[in-house]
Nanobody, 123 residues
């Protein structure tokens, strides 16, 4: 019933930028909380950014000042703008959504997930 499709990943050099997109369809609307998560090889999945019902945002300490989450309700799309990328940002990035109005920056708070898009940052 709910589908999330990510795009925009790729390979860049350190210091570069990428913008990830997540198109949402199904029984979900702009009142839902949205999030971005990432998982690197050998690591557990970690929260990157969230945007709740009031569009209040939260970020992991590791990306504050570099990444920005935003919503475009008219197009059912959520974005993750990533600037000043570092090699440690290399990971599979996942878009997530949940009907709860307030969410924490952890995977367990999100019910719906996309398939992921790969981001690779080289030195």
């Amino acid at each position: 019933q709910v589908q999330l499709v990510e795009s925009g990943g790729g390979s860049v050099q350190a210091g570069g930028s990428l913008r990830l997109s997540c198109v949402v369809s199904g029984s979900i609307d702009s009142t839902y909380s949205m999030g971005w998560f990432r998982q690197a090889p050998g690591q557990k999945r970690e929260g990157v950014a969230t945007s709740d019902i009031a569009t209040t945002t939260s970020y992991a300490d590791s990306v504050k000042g570099r990444f920005t989450i935003s919503k475009d309700p008219a197009n059912n799309t959520v974005y993750l703008q990533m600037n000043s990328l570092k090699p440690e940002d290399t990971a599979m990035y996942y878009c997530a959504a949940d009907a709860r109005p307030w969410v924490r920056l952890q995977p367990g708070d999100f019910a719906y997930w996309g398939q992921g898009t790969q981001v690779s940052v080289s030195s």
